[in-house]
């Protein structure tokens, strides 16, 4: 029996985001199996659509503004392989947005698949880990709060997100029976987010499924489709709500979930807290086009800069930070614009969208610039737009057959 090359170089992507759960050591299993996938993309070749011509134009420029500011602190420790890895992490995203570019409907569900199996061992790792049920349970933990095989729970957490969303997304379509089947996965899942008592996190799970529900009533194909995607809606925020109760009667969930449910914590609102230092992060930025080097603003303000977009300016200096704040703009105007177009990947490409526009609101009181996730999901967001643009251009040829609708 012999395997096709597109196959088994296929098979290395999936396996890659399949253990895109385990990141407690790096360089991580995924980090290695990236690196194999895109030698062997490139060897035999990958096309360049037009389409990503910006995308990958403004990550360079980006990733060009954290070499020239590592000159600054070219000296300090962990700065250099900090740079390295950010470049690495880019990449990744690249190849993300090339791969998706092509035989998408194959490869959208490939990596919705592979990515459903890491969230499912992420879930069960944290609900394993908060109730010690194994002897290894205190490494699963971190502050008492679920991190699974992560390092930190407000990494792990997010992870988790577009996972749960294509679970929604399949229940909503989905009969009694196959429902059912769905439901102990998502569960695993959703239990993992609030194990992680990243308040980030709880809020963008609801307020992702929230805007994918949405986009998928607008994109269903009758009346009757709608009617049932809203009804198990309801039922599944009724299943979630009763879950979540039983949940914080357990006494050791029930006393961090109130704490970690404040609006408002100290290290945020007080003076010299996250928000305060923003505002002085971004007055000093306006003094210094070359920012001030990766890991000083914490050394000058004394905490972590918590902003992905100020991050950029201070770490990256003007040119970082302007390609940042114009990429992400650039790519929730043309994300917009095509996530409603009937393809046959429409569905994955909503629960993208609906992640990664949530995820960079985010970003403006965490700093994702180092989280593999949230470069897989840009990359997929290019590779789908991308992809997108070829099949609308097809469909609207002079001549041309027209395609079939999407499912």
């Known amino acids: 029996m012999t395997i096709r090359a597109e196959t088994l170089r296929e098979g290395v992507v999936w396996l890659a ?38 995308f990958l134009l403004l990550v360079i420029l980006y990733q060009l503004g954290a070499v020239l500011t590592l000159t600054l602190v070219f ?12 470049v690495f992490l880019a990449a990744t995203g690249c190849f ?18 592979a990515w459903v199996i890491a969230g499912v061992a992420s879930g069960l790792l944290a609900i394993v880990g908060y109730f010690h049920l194994v002897p290894f349970a205190d490494s699963l933990l971190r502050y008492n709060r679920a991190k699974g095989a992560f390092k930190d729970p407000n990494v792990f957490a997010p992870h988790l997100i577009f996972p749960a969303l294509i679970l929604i997304q399949r229940l909503y379509a989905s009969d009694l029976k196959k429902s059912l089947l769905l439901v102990l996965p998502l569960g695993i899942i959703v239990a993992g987010v609030l194990l992680s008592f990243s308040r980030g996190s709880w809020g963008h799970l609801i307020a992702s499924a929230a805007l994918m529900t949405g986009l998928t009533v607008l994109t269903a194909p009758s009346p009757a489709a709608r009617a049932r995607i809203l009804v198990t809606c309801v039922v599944a925020t009724g299943l979630a709500a009763l879950f979540l109760v039983i949940l914080i009667q357990l006494p050791t969930v029930g006393s961090l979930f109130e704490q970690r449910a404040s609006l408002e914590q100290s290290y945020d609102v007080e003076h010299g807290g996250r928000f305060a230092n923003h505002v002085r992060g ?3 930025a306006l003094e210094k086009p070359f920012g001030i080097g990766i890991f000083q603003f914490s050394r000058r303000f004394g905490a972590d800069v918590h902003n992905t977009y100020l991050n950029g300016f201070m770490s990256y200096g003007w040119l970082g930070g302007v390609s940042l704040a114009v990429l992400t703009v650039l790519t929730l105007v043309a ?3 095509y996530v409603l177009t009937p393809t046959p990947w429409r569905p994955v490409f909503i629960c993208t969208f609906s992640t990664w526009v949530v995820l960079m609101i985010e970003a403006a ?3 994702v610039d180092h989280w593999r996730h949230q470069w897989a999901l840009l990359g997929m967001m290019w590779g ?6 070829a099949y609308q251009n097809r469909l609207n040829a ?3 057959p027209k395609l079939p609708p999407a499912a």
Not at 75 to 86: E, F, N, P, V
Not at 97 to 109: D, G, K, N, P, V
Not at 384 to 389: D, G, L, M, N, V
Request: glycine share 6%; no cysteine.
């Open 75 to 86: 000296d300090r420790a962990d700065t250099q392989i900090w740079t390295t890895i950010g």
């Open 335 to 337: 994300g917009a614009r």
């Open 398 to 400: 002079p001549g041309r």
């Open 17 to 54: 985001i399949a253990s895109s759960f385990f990141v407690m050591f790096e360089p991580a299993a995924y980090d290695l199996l990236m690196v194999v996938a895109i030698v062997l993309f490139i060897g035999t070749g990958l096309k360049l659509p037009r389409a990503l011509l910006p």
């Open 282 to 284: 971004f007055r000093l």
């Open 96 to 113: 993300y947005s090339l791969f998706l570019a092509e035989r998408t409907e194959i490869r959208a569900r490939l990596i919705a698949n």
């Open 384 to 389: 789908f737009i991308a992809a997108t643009a």
């Open 365 to 367: 009181v965490i700093d």
